[in-house]
């Protein structure tokens, strides 16, 4: 998928006013449009000055386009990052019934289509923000102060962003793609009407030991080669705090251990999975040398037996 620079295509600037892309859509969507240009690529640039126009009339579109910067060009082979629109607060939006590429699904595709909460009578627009939590929260609950960016246009047109702070509450057993209702923080009602509803997706921050899926955890244990092979009780981290855990003996690298029920807390909960990996001491001293060398003298072992057919 190649990034797209949807202020090239419609050829203005980055801090272009509302008004500016407008005019620029308004001009060269007159000189493309499939009915009257002549040009032979007139229909497939209509497309894309539609898609442009699409993100940048769209004051949350293109403030979360912008905050990912100028570091790719266009044609660049892209990937939006996991977190590209984390803590950024936006609205439900329509669809528009439009196809746009995939470079705009990858951004916009969810949030297009999460419209579902918004538009009731006199009531104001539900909210939707990603906010990353640690793993511990999940097992605990925790009290959390997030900052969400939302989308501004000033008096001359330009957008940007405003900042807000909320004290949230994770429930224990919270799991990654769930969404937490803050009930009244949302978007303002029209007249009396109530405020909108802001809905919190929840997603683990990269965690330096574990690896979550769904309610279930996984750890990578290094063994030392005799703990492998006589069988050993270990001290393992978990989330929680640490567990004992018996390795049998004759434990190979990639066998997994299941501590059931200490995965995510829930009903069920999840289990924890211990992942086992062989970390062989190095052979940097005469001792250790020697140690290898009577290892190998005394087993009769072909670690490649298997690619002998």
Known sequence: MQFKDYYETLGVPRDATQDAVKQAYRKLARKYHPDVSKLA??????????????????????????????????????????D???GFEYSGGDGGGAEFSDFFEALFGRQARTGQH?????????????VFIDLADAYHGARRSIALRMPTVDAQGHVGTQERKLDVSIPQGVRAGQHLRLVGQGGPGLGTGPAGDLYLEIAFNPDPLFRVDGRD??????????????????????????VQLTIPADSAAGRRLRMKGRGIPGTPPGDLYVVLSIALPPANSDKTREAYQALA?????????????
Not at 53 to 76: C, F, H, I, S, T
Not at 297 to 309: T, V
Request: charged share 25%; aromatic share 10%; with cysteine.
């Open 41 to 82: 690529d007139a229909e497939a640039r209509f497309k894309e000055l539609g898609e442009a126009y699409a993100v940048l009339k769209d004051p949350e579109k293109r403030a979360a386009y912008d905050q990912m910067g100028n570091q790719w060009q266009p044609g660049q082979d892209f990937q939006p990052p996991p």
């Open 217 to 242: 955890v996984y750890l990578d244990l290094p063994l030392a080669p005799w703990e492998a092979a006589l069988g050993a009780a270990v001290a393992v981290p978990t989330p929680a705090g640490p």
């Open 297 to 309: 003298q005394a087993c009769d072992f072909d670690p490649r037996a298997h690619l002998k057919g």
């Open 118 to 130: 918004a538009h009731r009578q006199a009531q104001g627009q539900d909210h939707h923000a990603k």
């Open 84 to 86: 590209w629109n984390a």
